[in-house]
């Protein structure tokens, strides 16, 4: 008998709205409805301003949606507290910025093992976790050095080792290689594919084509809407 795939996000009719100050109010995310199953590789796309980070933001338990439901590893999240999404944040995902958001007075090891603190593990046992992440992406004896002292890309595997040091089951990515060249994109897009075999669930956000070409399947978003949502193979721009 087959085991029918694990759903680790579910999104149902989802809206995001922005209330400005004044009364203004931006409607940013229409009735998005999809799920994403265990072990997937997902591209999001889209125009500037369509919606993809306001919607990373959302699934990565940064925010909260307006009205729609949002489930994480069949846990409803949509309503909860700011103490609760922050639980959800240090525990189950972990989440790569473009601009890396690194800590830049930290060493490098400090910067992976961050998200520990918060779970009260010793110093000691916080820097043995983090030589161990810094080993996985591939930057064995870096932990000492500053941010400033290695590369952009080097700067961005620290972001991915600190995304994994709760060994999540999913990862959210919002243009990870948007400040890199394409020689080191592909390097962190390779970084990524291996994590994914592992049986890590990756949700990237990207406007590279080439860098979509490493997800199976592609969401496009248009206006705050999914326009396309299927086998990234299938999808010609
Ligand atoms: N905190 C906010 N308050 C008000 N409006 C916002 C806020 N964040 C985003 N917006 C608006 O929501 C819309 C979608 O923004 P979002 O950042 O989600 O787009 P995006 O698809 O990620 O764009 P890009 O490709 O440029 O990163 C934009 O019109 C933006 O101005
Ligand atoms: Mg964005």
Redo the contacts with the bound molecule.
């Keep these: 008998m087959t085991k029918s795939p694990e759903i680790v996000i579910e999104v149902k009719d989802l809206c995001k709205t922005?209330f400005?100050s004044g009364g203004a109010s931006?409607v940013?995310l229409k009735h998005l409805s999809f799920k994403i199953y265990s072990g997937e590789f997902v591209a999001i796309m889209?125009h500037?301003?369509?919606?993809?980070?306001?919607l990373m933001n959302i699934l990565g338990c940064l925010d909260r949606p307006t009205t729609g439901g949002y489930f994480l590893a069949e846990e409803p999240v949509a309503q909860a507290t700011d103490a609760e999404l922050a639980d959800i944040r240090g525990s189950k995902i972990g989440f790569v910025f473009q601009n890396f958001n690194l800590m830049m007075k930290r060493t490098i090891a400090d910067n992976v093992s961050l998200p520990l603190i918060y779970q009260g593990v010793s110093d000691h046992e916080r820097r043995e976790r983090a030589i161990e992440m810094l080993k996985r992406v591939g930057l064995e004896g870096y932990e000492n050095r500053l941010p400033t002292q290695i590369s952009g890309g080097m700067q961005q595997r620290v972001a991915i080792a600190r995304a994994l040091i709760n060994n999540p089951k999913i990862i959210f990515a919002d243009e990870p290689t948007g400040n890199l060249d394409t020689r080191t994109s592909d390097e962190i897009m390779n970084l990524f594919a291996d994590l994914n075999k592992q049986g890590i669930t990756i949700v990237l956000v990207t406007?590279e084509e080439d860098v979509a070409d490493y997800a199976k399947r592609l969401i496009k978003i248009t206006d705050g809407q999914v326009e396309y949502d299927g086998p990234r193979k299938d999808y010609h721009p």
């Design positions: 922005y400005m931006q940013v889209g500037s301003g369509s919606g993809k980070s306001t406007h």
